[in-house]
C-alpha cells in the first residue's frame, strides 16, 4: 500500500510539473508536410548542439526532414553541431561548423535499439557542453531529443529525479551560459513501457531545460506525433532568448 502511495504521488508531482510545458503544445495544428515552420525563423546566429539519444523508438528518425530544414532555416553565422548519446559515449556526427548544409547531412536514422541504450544521457549532455567555443558571442544552445531517464544508478524518484550526473550537466550548462531545450521522445526500452518511467524522465527534461533558461516540450504522458509544433516554439523561444539579451 506505502508503494502505490508512493507511485501515485511521484504520478501526480510529475504532472503538476509537466502541465506548463505540456501547455506549449497544446492546440498546435499538427501538419504532415516538410518545411511546416509557418515561416518562422530564428532571428539572430546561435551556437547549437543537436543532441539525439540513439535508442528512441524509430519514427524519430521520420523527423529527419524537419530537423534538417530548421538546422538550413539558421541565420549566417550560426555554427550547429549533431550528436548521438548511446552506450559509452557521445558520437559526435559533425562538430560545430558553419556549413549548415553539411551539418543537416550529418544526421541519420536512429539506431532504435537497447543495445545503444545510454541508460544515462547526461554524462553525454556534460561531454557535449565542453565543446562549446567560450570566446563565441553567440547565444550558446543544446536541443536534447531524448527520453530524459537517467537509470544508471537505481529506479527510484531519488536516483532519477535528482541524478547526480543531471545535476552536474545543469552546473556545467549554468557555468557555460548555455540553454538547454528539450524534445521527449520514448525510448525503446523502459520510456516506452512504463508511465511512472515516462514521467520521470519528461520530468527531468523539464528541469534541466528550466534551470539553464531552456524549455521543454512534450505532449501527453508518453508517445509524441510530430516535431513540427515544437521546432515553431523552440524558434519563437530562441528569438526570445535573444531579445532579453
Known amino acids: 500500500m506505502i508503494e502505490v502511495r508512493k507511485f501515485i504521488s511521484s504520478l501526480v508531482s510529475v504532472i503538476i510539473v509537466a502541465l506548463p510545458v505540456a501547455a506549449l503544445t497544446a492546440g498546435a495544428t499538427v501538419k504532415n508536410d516538410r518545411k511546416s515552420l509557418n515561416g518562422a525563423r530564428v532571428m539572430a546566429p546561435v551556437n547549437l548542439a543537436i543532441l539525439v539519444q540513439d535508442d528512441l523508438v524509430s519514427h524519430v528518425s521520420n523527423e529527419l526532414d524537419i530537423t534538417r530544414d530548421f538546422i538550413q532555416s539558421l541565420p549566417e553565422g550560426s555554427q550547429v553541431m549533431v550528436g548521438y548519446i548511446r552506450s559509452g559515449s557521445l558520437q559526435v556526427r559533425q562538430p560545430f561548423t558553419r556549413d549548415l548544409g553539411t551539418a543537416a547531412r550529418s544526421l541519420r536514422v536512429l539506431v532504435s535499439s537497447t543495445s545503444a541504450s545510454p541508460y544515462n544521457p547526461y554524462v553525454e549532455v556534460l561531454e557535449a557542453l565542453r565543446m562549446f567555443d567560450s570566446t563565441s558571442k553567440n547565444p550558446n544552445v543544446v536541443l536534447l531529443i531524448s527520453d530524459g531517464l537517467d537509470v544508471s544508478r537505481g529506479f527510484d524518484a531519488a536516483s532519477v529525479l535528482d541524478s547526480i550526473d543531471l545535476e552536474r550537466a545543469i552546473a556545467e550548462a549554468r557555468r557555460r551560459d548555455v540553454s538547454v531545450f528539450s524534445f521527449y521522445a520514448p525510448s525503446v526500452g523502459l520510456t516506452q513501457r512504463n ?19 531552456g524549455k521543454a516540450f512534450f505532449q501527453g504522458m508518453s508517445d509524441f506525433v510530430t516535431f513540427n509544433p515544437y521546432f515553431e516554439r523552440l524558434t519563437r523561444a530562441l528569438n526570445q532568448l535573444e531579445s532579453v539579451e
Open 195 to 213: 508511465l511512472l518511467a515516462a514521467s520521470w524522465g519528461q520530468s527531468s527534461l523539464n528541469r534541466i531545460s528550466d534551470e539553464t533558461g
